[in-house]
């Protein structure tokens, strides 16, 4: 009799603690509150692990307990895929893991992407393309020397050499290239903003790198921007910077075609006639007025055309062109670069400015 009423009360016992665990857990996986339908933006990094996710879950209060559904994430495994998701506080914990897992992001963005060596006009463009914003209100607020000089503030990649006089563009070379999803109602400032934050983020890992270097960040970014623009190939970057710091060294004039077009405000792939060069032009590294490093950056460097600038490849030319295709050719001397350049002409692949 003793051993039945053991057994009973036993069984009774786990009965109760199982239906107590049953209940919490349904508990834990039920919504925050039921009654809450208020739209809530939770965005998801690209390669955020699930653990992370989770946590970040609780933190904005959408579940109410991560270990729980790290547990259920065991039995139905999944992959957080990144983007810009709806969610809702009377979602359930597991309609919310679902929905991340499987990818169901909001529309309500818009997907940019700007390319490395295009100038400050082409950017503008491309927004322009993309939003209710005309290519001149964009650049008026690109321009706006108030809007500048809180970026200015609060962005270290910014110098107030961005705003010194005979800058054509404060801005020109600080919006980072990249992919960028915007919110369908983004402003212009938040679109700026987002690009030169992007950059400051990209230049903050080289700080000791800048640091160490003989040019501040500025001359820096105006060496990517003309690496960027001269190289024809990835593997040229480096090689490209070599010459410029060869050249700086000796005194030379940098003599860059993509800071001559730029000073007359026209494409590098645009012919130029010679009577529209200027005599005397910070840009124009032709120019005596533009001597060493010119005034600024002319078009987005991507990081690798920024490495390239801060580490140049140690060698001992002083020359080079780039045929119409693209290929670069290096020389130690002006009778070798002069060579070069009559052997592309004969064969055809020489830019002929009239």
């Not at 393309?129 to 990649?157: C, G, P, W």
């Not at 960028?180 to 790198?209: G, N, Q, R």
């Amino acid at each position: 009799m003793k051993k039945t009423t053991s057994l009973i009360i036993a069984i009774s016992f786990f009965v109760i603690v199982s239906l107590s665990a049953f209940f919490f857990i349904k508990d834990t996986f039920g919504p925050v509150d039921r009654h809450d339908d208020k739209e809530i933006v939770f965005i998801v990094e690209p390669g955020t692990p699930l653990n992370t996710l989770f946590q970040n879950l609780k933190n904005a209060n959408l579940i109410k307990n991560d270990l729980t559904l790290k547990v259920y994430a065991k039995i139905h495994p999944g992959v957080a895929q990144a983007g810009r998701y709806i969610l809702h506080k009377n979602m359930s914990a597991i309609d919310i893991y679902n929905t991340i897992t499987s990818g169901k992001v909001t529309k309500d963005t818009i997907w940019m992407t700007f390319v490395e060596g295009k100038r400050l006009t082409s950017i503008a463009k491309t927004i322009s393309n993309n939003y209710d914003y005309t290519e001149e209100e964009i650049l008026a607020k690109m321009d706006d020397r108030v809007f500048v000089q809180k970026m200015i503030d609060k962005y270290s990649v910014l110098t107030e050499k961005v705003l010194q006089n005979g800058i054509y563009h404060p801005l020109e070379g600080y919006l980072f290239p990249d992919t960028y999803e915007f919110e369908k109602d983004a402003t212009i400032e938040d679109i700026i903003e987002t690009m030169i934050s992007t950059l400051d983020k990209k230049v903050s890992k080289y700080k000791t790198k800048i640091e160490e270097s003989q040019y501040d960040i500025h001359e820096i970014m105006t060496l990517a921007s003309m690496i960027e623009t001269e190289s024809g190939s990835a593997s040229d970057r480096k090689t490209i910077s070599g010459v410029f710091y060869n050249r700086l060294k000796a005194g030379m004039l940098l003599q860059s075609d993509p800071t001559t077009s730029y000073a007359v405000n026209k494409e590098v792939s645009k012919e130029i006639r010679k009577d529209e060069i200027p005599t005397c032009n910070p840009y124009n590294t032709y120019s005596e007025c533009a001597k060493g490093i010119p005034i600024g950056p002319i078009a987005s460097s991507g990081t690798a055309a920024i490495e390239a600038a801060l580490d140049p490849e140690q060698h001992d030319y002083y020359y080079f062109v780039a045929d119409k295709n693209g290929k670069t050719y290096f020389n130690k001397d002006l009778v070798g670069h002069n060579k070069t350049i009559k052997e592309l002409q004969e064969k055809g692949l020489w830019y002929v400015y009239k």
